[in-house]
């Protein structure tokens, strides 16, 4: 079975720039979530969707991140415009039905925004 | 604030010996918790969880314990393995909090070194 995807695997890019990254979750699941994670903070939840609809976006730091997940099989975190202190690893999960259901995630995507 | 605590940033362990990660946390509505595994380059993985109407929890070499009283749980491997070698990550969430399905806060994580 294909885990969670995420792609880029890192991106490196200038202050300023846009940057998207993309997720698809695993097949069936109905909550996909966005974290990130840093060295200060750990591991952050930003924003979580359930058949994608965003319940909880209480967690995303400013108004240059959106998140969106048009359909079932795929959700964007994009930043524009980015700055350093957005370099982190970037990371999405999902997990079926309630909330004592483990998430899975990706791999991340590795930021670096110089 | 912190609300889930892993004091020790790493543990050093012999192969074949118990490894014994703790975590703490704060707030008192938490009532499931899980344990994460997460190795250099990739994503967390979960490992075993626990809800709070049970004080353990076994799988295989992987026993979770929960005191409620002392807000604390520990997650115990046996024998531990060099293959175990990787960060442990303490999550947990409260019904409600933050939405219907629960805002997992992690704990920073404590990375264990088993040596052979």
């Known amino acids: 079975d294909a885990g969670v995807i995420q792609s880029p695997r890192h991106e490196v890019t200038e202050m300023g720039q846009e940057v998207t990254l993309r997720c698809k979750p695993i097949?069936?699941?109905?909550?996909l979530f966005w974290y990130r994670q840093t060295m200060m903070r750990g591991l952050e939840l930003l924003i979580y969707f359930n058949n994608n609809v965003p319940i909880d976006d209480s967690g995303m730091p400013e108004d240059r991140f959106s998140a969106k997940m048009p359909n079932a099989s795929f959700s964007t975190l994009k930043i524009q415009p980015s700055e350093p202190r957005d370099s982190a690893v970037y990371f999405c999960a999902s997990s079926l039905g309630s909330r004592n259901q483990p998430q899975h995630f990706g791999d991340g995507t590795r930021l670096s925004i110089l | 604030d912190q609300q889930v605590k892993q004091n020790s940033p790493s543990l050093s362990v012999q192969e074949g010996r118990i490894s014994i990660l703790n975590c703490d946390y704060t707030?008192?509505?938490?009532?499931?918790f899980l344990w994460y595994k997460k190795y250099p380059a990739e994503g967390p993985t979960f490992l075993i969880s626990i809800s709070s109407i049970k004080d353990k929890n076994e799988d295989g070499r992987f026993t979770v314990f929960l005191n409620k009283s002392a807000k604390h749980l520990s997650l115990h491997i046996v024998p531990s393995q060099p293959g175990d070698s990787a960060v442990y990550f303490c999550a947990a969430s409260a019904r409600g909090y933050g939405g219907s399905q629960g805002n997992l806060i992690f704990g920073k994580g404590t990375k264990l070194s088993v040596k052979p």
């Open positions: 097949s069936g699941h109905d909550y």
């Open positions: 707030n008192s509505m938490f009532d499931y």
